[in-house]
């Protein structure tokens, strides 16, 4: 059973950066130099603790927000590793909300990349302490002045060497800390500083002072009257600028040949900072926002920020307690439902590894097994005491498949095998399309949306067909029209007759379906009146130009004839319907299609290849800026040309450009187009009646 740590000795800190940075072996090496494991695995052999799941090992990446903790220096680090694969950023929106800290990983050899401008700018978000961690120092071409200047360069912030490289590429051989004048070869303990470097570092060590100084009055005083700091004194400016966000510490390393990762570790435990001492919630009781405090004999509240499925042990529940203690074999209430939970044993989880705990104190992170309606972003909590956590905001899916059930048996289980699947992974969504009846699953990228569909297969046992969705036109009219339409039916006792004249009119964008009657003189009775309506509304869902939803008409029912026998409720719906569609074609039929605001963001010597290709996409480029090396264009463009952009984008400009996308509105589709979509709806209706 592992000991419970004192909320002061606990530290929460989330590894970030693009992918292939080298988190995963960083991760892998923390563990291996703090003890937890005794040999460090590999990315691409699939043996590293972090990355344990199937579709991780084939794709030698992480998919997963992973939770690892070690012991060092009679501390507890809950280390969260998180996919730096762009598709992937849902988990590390979910790892950025229960982190005090982060660690930004960034190549020694390529500097600053996409996905570090991108974390980096989430972080920021959450107002994250954080420090870099420059990897694989040890690489041809590694350069730590030219990563350095990179980071001031393309990411906002006051970077502090807190230590400085001992050799460099296949030189490197480890780290000096400018706190405490102490050399780090390879994984030994500390030791002198080596001669050779005693200028520089005194020089670097000096910057390092006076970036400590300014966090603190009592500190710059006693500063700029001596010229100098005791090692606490620096210590505890750094303490004080780093979780202010005034200073971003950068340290250096090699993570495959385990060099720099012990001086890590002890940076993490003399610099960063403890779980935060408040945080925000809203009172369920009263409604109203209120600071809870870390304290572990406080009133329990425990977020919930990622629910995974075992399939051996059931449903895993990932939690951080910012309140109270959390207790093994114990009842809490879910503030959303109102349900009483019950909590089973508390683990802690090492990749595959459960550590059975006790008790989870304020501050601390866990998992919980088996729990029953708790969903990402819910609230365990103390029954007299009930608090709501803000909701995640996630980005908006880019990419869809189509999904469709390759058995009878599967069609069963599409429902829930879906609901859980985006109940572990909540920037994938599913949903049905009226427009086109098909069932689409959405996430941030194809990379994104194929792991789906794998862990449906893997984990949920559901297999299904997949293919690009139809994109979801609707039908209008641009000018009035009108028609009329008899329906006579004689079948040896009572008849079928009913006669609608009908006048259709364009109506306001968004304005759906208006019905109007100006029959006058009994002409109909107005008893047909809902008979007539029933018949247009059958035709509305599949519109008589090319099968799609029809929208924003009104249609007005002026004349007609009714038989005093023979007229009925069915006879007025089959006319009604007839005279909707005769009308229809007489009014300027047309096809809208949905238009998306798309912002795109590239390094600057991709921007003119991205503006070529939106041309060809028939996008309107809306603006363009300039930050930090990077384009930002902003365009409309519409949804048929984009909707395997995520895939395009990235090999346009080799995985560097990322875009989003929401829908802005309906426009109506050019003539030529127009024409392609219904010959195409012609023919699968043709298709379908042969079958």
């Known amino acids: 059973m592992a000991v419970a740590y004192t909320t002061e000795r606990l530290r929460n800190v989330i590894l970030l950066g693009h992918g292939s940075s080298g988190k995963t072996s960083l991760s892998e090496a923390v563990l291996f130099s703090a003890g937890a494991i005794n040999r460090m695995g590999k990315v691409e052999e699939g043996t590293t603790v972090s990355d344990s799941d199937e579709e991780e090992i084939r794709r030698r990446i992480s998919l997963n927000l992973t939770l690892l903790p070690c012991e060092w220096e009679k501390h507890k680090i809950n280390l969260l590793d998180t996919p730096g694969y762009l598709d992937f950023v849902g988990e590390v929106i979910c790892g950025l909300r229960v982190a005090d800290a982060g660690i930004v990983v960034v190549d020694a050899v390529a500097g600053v990349e996409v996905g570090t401008e991108l974390v980096w700018q989430h972080a920021n ?7 870099v961690f420059v990897n694989k120092m040890d690489r041809e071409n590694a350069s730590w002045q030219r990563t350095l200047e990179s980071l001031r360069t393309k990411l906002g912030g006051t970077f502090v060497p807190l230590q400085l490289p001992i050799g460099e590429q296949a030189g490197f051989e480890g780290v000096v800390d400018l706190v405490e004048r102490t050399a780090w070869i390879g994984d030994k303990p500390p030791t002198e500083v080596p001669p050779a470097l005693a200028s520089a570092v005194e020089e670097a ?174 609230a365990l909590c103390d029954p007299a005491y009930q608090v709501r956590f803000p909701p995640f905001q996630f980005p908006e899916p880019v990419f869809a498949v189509a999904l469709a059930p390759k058995t009878k048996a599967d069609s069963a289980k599409m429902v829930p095998s879906l609901t859980r699947l985006v109940e572990e992974d909540p920037t994938l969504r599913w949903r049905n399309e009226p427009g086109t009846r098909q069932l689409l699953l959405e996430g941030m990228g194809d990379a994104h949306v194929e792991a789906g569909i794998r862990k449906l297969e893997q984990k949920f046992g559901l297999s299904v067909l997949t293919s690009l969705p139809k994109v979801p036109y609707r039908e209008t009219v641009t000018k009035v029209g009108s028609a009329a339409y008899r329906h006579k039916k004689q079948t040896g006792g009572a008849g079928q007759f009913a006669e609608v004249h009908m006048r259709l009119e364009p109506g306001a964008r ?93 390094p600057e010597e991709f921007m003119g290849d991205v503006m070529g290709d939106l041309t060809t996409r028939r996008g309107r480029v809306q603006g363009t800026d300039q930050e930090r090396g990077n384009a930002i264009v902003r365009a409309e463009v519409p949804l048929a040309e984009i909707q395997r952009y995520a895939t395009d984008l990235r090999s346009m400009t080799q995985g560097r450009g990322i875009f989003t996308m929401r829908f802005a509105r309906y426009e109506q589709v050019p003539a030529h187009l127009q024409a392609e979509v219904i010959a195409q709806a012609e023919k699968e209706r043709k298709e379908k009646e042969e079958e």
Request: charged share 25%; aromatic share 6%; glycine share 10%.
């Open 510 to 602: 968004d304005s759906g379906f208006e019905f109007g009657w100006e029959v006058f003189g009994g002409a109909i009775s107005s008893s047909f009146q809902p008979s007539i309506q029933k018949g247009i509304k059958s035709v509305l869902e599949t519109g008589p130009l090319a099968g799609y939803p029809v929208v924003d008409v009104k249609a007005i029912v002026y004349d007609g004839k009714e038989h005093p026998v023979d007229s009925k409720d069915i006879a007025f719906q089959i006319a009604g319907r007839e005279a909707f569609k005769e009308a229809f074609k007489q009014s300027g039929p047309v096809l809208l299609e949905p238009i998306m605001e798309v912002t795109i963001i590239v």
């Open 205 to 378: 060590r000096t910057v390092l002072i006076e970036a400590a100084a300014e966090s603190d009055d009592a500190l710059i005083e006693k500063y700029l009257d001596t010229g100098e700091l005791s090692d606490a004194e620096i210590a505890q400016g750094l303490r004080a600028g780093i979780a202010q966000g005034r200073i971003v510490p950068v340290l250096c390393g090699a993570a495959l040949r385990n060099i720099g990762t012990k001086a890590l570790l002890h940076v993490l435990v003399r610099d960063m900072p403890q779980p935060a001492a408040q945080v925000k919630a809203i009172n369920v009781a009263t409604g109203e926002e209120e600071t809870l405090a870390c304290d572990p004999n406080g009133p329990l509240a425990a977020f919930v920020f990622k629910t995974t499925a075992d399939p051996y042990v059931g449903k895993l529940t990932m939690l951080r307690v910012y309140s109270g203690t959390l207790k093994s074999n114990s009842h809490a209430v879910n503030s959303r439902t109102g349900t009483q939970e019950r909590i089973g044993q508390i683990i802690t989880m090492r990749g595959k590894e459960q550590v059975p705990l006790e008790e989870l104190p304020a501050g601390d992170i866990g998992v919980v097994a088996k729990l029953g309606d708790t969903v990402t972003g819910d």
């Open 125 to 131: 978000e959450r107002g994250l302490p954080r420090l």
